[in-house]
T-cell receptor
Framework: SQQGEEDPQALSIQEGENATMNCSYK?????LQWYRQNSGRGLVHLIL?????REKHSGRLRVTLDTSKKSSSLLITASRAADTASYFC????????????FGQGTRLTINP | NAGVTQTPKFQVLKTGQSMTLQCAQD?????MYWYRQDPGMGLRLIYY???????DKGEVPNGYNVSRLNKREFSLRLESAAPSQTSVYFC?????????????FGQGTRLTVV
């Protein structure tokens, strides 16, 4: 089974609302990353939070990490139609290479 | 900059045929990865590589082989394609010298095995 599990699997909100996606994982990690995928395209990195960090911001994105609960959340504030995409969390374990394992993703739809 | 380049973009194979998916990155990254993505699913790690000449199995390595001949290139080979290998394949690379490394992805290879 995959390392990360995301919740919800699909989310539909109105433009301007906030969107929150959650990610749970199973093993200890070095960092956790969030990626975005527009339909049929490659993934684009959004934000990375290290295991010793609890919260990080980047523009309209806010990520939290709770290593005791092995969970993370991604908050997108003031959503826009252009935010419609799939969002994936990925856990990273660095042992020589950075082993990067993805969750199943949340499909986010922003309705105008 | 090209970033991560995958070839081909599309491929149709018959069951039992073999093929190699090519991936090259121009960012001087140490780590490279191959993932597959099935419809409605996340990415599953097939193989990854820390450096030239080293490879490690990921979550779903069966039916695949990889080769990291140099720092730039990481190829994925299907020796005898099966319909279950129909998927979109993504190559990625990252630097991994510390804990702040993001991965960069290619645009994917859409493979259909009939």
């Amino acid at each position: 089974s995959q390392q990360g599990e995301e919740d919800p699997q699909a989310l539909s909100i109105q433009e301007g609302e906030n969107a929150t996606m959650n990610c749970s994982y199973k093993t200890s990690i070095n960092n956790l990353q969030w990626y975005r995928q527009n339909s049929g395209r490659g993934l684009v990195h959004l934000i990375l939070i290290r295991s010793n960090e609890r919260e990080k911001h980047s523009g309209r994105l806010r990520v939290t990490l709770d290593t005791s609960k092995k969970s993370s959340s991604l908050l997108i504030t003031a959503s826009r139609a252009a935010d419609t995409a799939s969002y994936f969390c990925a856990t990273a374990i660095i042992q020589g290479a950075q082993k990067l394992v993805f969750g199943q993703g949340t499909r986010l739809t922003i309705n105008p | 900059n090209a970033g991560v380049t995958q070839t081909p973009k599309f491929q149709v194979l018959k069951t039992g045929q073999s093929m190699t998916l090519q991936c090259a990155q121009d960012m001087n990254h140490n780590s490279m990865y191959w993932y597959r993505q099935d419809p409605g699913m996340g990415l599953r790690l097939i193989y990854y590589s820390a450096s030239e000449g080293t490879t490690d199995k990921g979550e779903v390595p069966n039916g695949y082989n990889v080769s990291r001949l140099n720092k730039r290139e990481f190829s994925l080979r299907l020796e005898s394609a099966a319909p279950s290998q129909t998927s979109v394949y993504f190559c990625a690379s990252s630097e991994s010298r510390d804990s702040r490394t993001e991965a960069f992805f290619g645009q994917g290879t859409r493979l259909t095995v009939v």
